[in-house]
């Protein structure tokens, strides 16, 4: 993996940085045919768990980008807790991954565009552990644009 830069280069804010690899995730899905979300988890800087939806390869509704995440991350570390870590997603989680990060009890959640129809803030952010910090908006753009493409097409083949 690369490092992010703190010296000559312009620096890169680590939100957006790592929103990037959240996204090559995403595009990983869409390769794959999947609806493109894709997730990283950071811990102290560096990416300990990676994942991408696979409710398709997987015949599994429940495996969604973050669950795939949560899980490499708790593989990785050996404890299931995500404290201090931040996970990174292309879409605002649903309400099942949203209740998954409060049984990690992960300290940040990073989100790009938002979901108006299965984001867990349609219901309530109580889903959220209290201590966990959200901040949505992250290269929204971009990961709006992916699911959006994904659908098109989706329907143009139907
Ligand atoms: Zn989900």
Same mark, same amino acid.
């Given at each position: 993996m690369k490092y992010i830069s703190f010296?000559?280069?312009?620096?890169?804010?680590p939100d957006d940085f790592f929103m990037k690899e959240a996204l090559k995730e995403a595009q990983k899905a869409l390769a794959l045919d999947e609806v493109p979300i894709g997730a990283v988890i950071v811990h102290g800087g560096r990416i300990i768990g990676r994942g991408h939806n696979l409710t398709e390869q997987l015949n599994d509704?429940?495996? $969604?980008a973050e669950m795939q995440a949560f899980t490499a991350a708790a593989n990785y570390t050996g404890g299931k807790y995500l404290k201090d870590c931040t996970l990174y997603v292309t879409i605002e989680p649903c309400v099942m991954c949203a209740g998954a990060s409060y049984w990690t009890q992960i300290s940040r959640i990073v989100y790009g565009a938002?979901?108006?129809?299965?984001?867990f803030s349609q219901v309530s952010?109580?889903?959220? $552990?209290?201590?966990t910090e959200v901040v949505g908006g992250v290269s929204s753009e971009e990961a709006a644009r992916l699911m959006k493409d994904f659908f098109i097409s989706k329907r143009d083949k139907s």
């Open positions: 010296t000559d280069e312009p620096a890169i804010n509704v429940t495996a $969604h938002r979901d108006d129809k299965r984001g952010d109580r889903i959220i $552990h209290p201590k």
